[in-house]
Nanobody
C-alpha cells in the first residue's frame, strides 16, 4: 500500500516563498508514474496546482504558472513544490498525490494535506 506524506506548509507573507515536500512510500520500484499537488481553499473546489510524471513532463494550474515550480526525485519517490511570489489567494490546504501503475490500473493515493497561509 502506497503512503503519501506532505511537509513544509506554514505561514508566509505576500510576495514570499515556501517549499512543500512530498514522499510516496510502499509501492513497487518504478510504479509511481506521476506525482503532484492539488489545493483546496474554503468554499472552493479542489484545483490542480502542479504535476510531474516520471519523464519530467510538468503541468501547472493557470493561477500558479510562472510562480511555482515542481521537481521530482524518482529514486526517492519525492516531489517538491517551490512556491514563489505567494499571494493571499494561494491560501489553501495543499494535497499531494501519487499515481501508482499496478496490474494495468492507475491508483491514486493522497496525502492528508498541509496548510499554506499567505498573509497580505
Amino acid at each position: 500500500q502506497v503512503s503519501v506524506v506532505e511537509s513544509g506548509g506554514g505561514l508566509a507573507q505576500s510576495g514570499g516563498s515556501l517549499t512543500l515536500s512530498c514522499a510516496a512510500s510502499g509501492g513497487d520500484f518504478g510504479s509511481i508514474v506521476a506525482m503532484g499537488w492539488y489545493r483546496q481553499a474554503p468554499r472552493n473546489q479542489r484545483e490542480l496546482v502542479a504535476r510531474i510524471n516520471s519523464s519530467g513532463d510538468t503541468m501547472f494550474g493557470d493561477s500558479v504558472k510562472g510562480r511555482f515550480t515542481i521537481s521530482r526525485d524518482n529514486a526517492k519517490n519525492m516531489v517538491y513544490l517551490q512556491m514563489n511570489n505567494l499571494k493571499p489567494d494561494d491560501t489553501a490546504v495543499y494535497y499531494c498525490y501519487a499515481s501508482e501503475f499496478r496490474a494495468s490500473v492507475i491508483n491514486t493515493h493522497w496525502g492528508q494535506g498541509t496548510q499554506v497561509t499567505v498573509s497580505s
